[in-house]
């Protein structure tokens, strides 16, 4: 009876805990991927984040040379015993994959944002690919905004 028990406080538990979860939405718009000299421009969209949770890793824009991949973590701290300010703090990280001609080059960007700080980024990211005396850049740049 015992166990019974124990087995729908946990479900039950997992329950509240699911619907409590924070669906929320990362809008990205004015995205330009460059290679080299040329310029790309990429669709606008949204990201479902979900609070404290690396989101799958996702293709920002792909075609037959090159392909950029992201993965996005929102943090919140509002459960640690802090000052106002940090409590009330998250984190957005994006960890970047840019994947040219078979190889990948990995970058991690984190950006915090505090009370009411406006939640708006523009984000410019890059990597030289190598290959013997030539180099090949390829950046992506476009506009994030979280919900208030």
Not at 24 to 45: C, E, F, Q, T, W
Not at 64 to 75: M, P
Not at 117 to 123: W, Y
Request: charged share 30%; aromatic share 10%; glycine share 4%.
């Amino acid at each position: 009876m015992k166990t019974i028990k124990l087995i729908i406080a946990c479900v039950f538990t997992l329950t509240i805990i699911d619907t409590n979860a924070q669906n929320i939405k990362l809008n990205i718009s004015d995205m330009h991927i460059k290679v080299k000299d040329r310029v790309y421009d990429a669709p606008s969209g949204y990201f479902t984040l979900e609070l404290n949770s690396m989101t799958d890793e996702r293709v920002l824009f792909s075609n037959e040379t090159v392909e950029v991949r992201a993965r996005y973590k929102l943090t919140d701290f509002s459960g640690v015993k802090r000052s106002n300010m940090k409590n009330s703090s998250i984190k957005l990280t994006v960890k970047y994959a840019f994947i040219f001609q078979g190889k990948t080059i990995k970058r991690e960007v984190e950006r915090f944002y505090y009370l009411d700080d406006e939640r708006t980024f523009q984000e410019k990211e890059k990597a030289v690919f190598k290959e013997g005396i030539s180099n090949t850049i390829v950046e992506i740049s476009y506009k994030g905004q979280l919900p208030e």
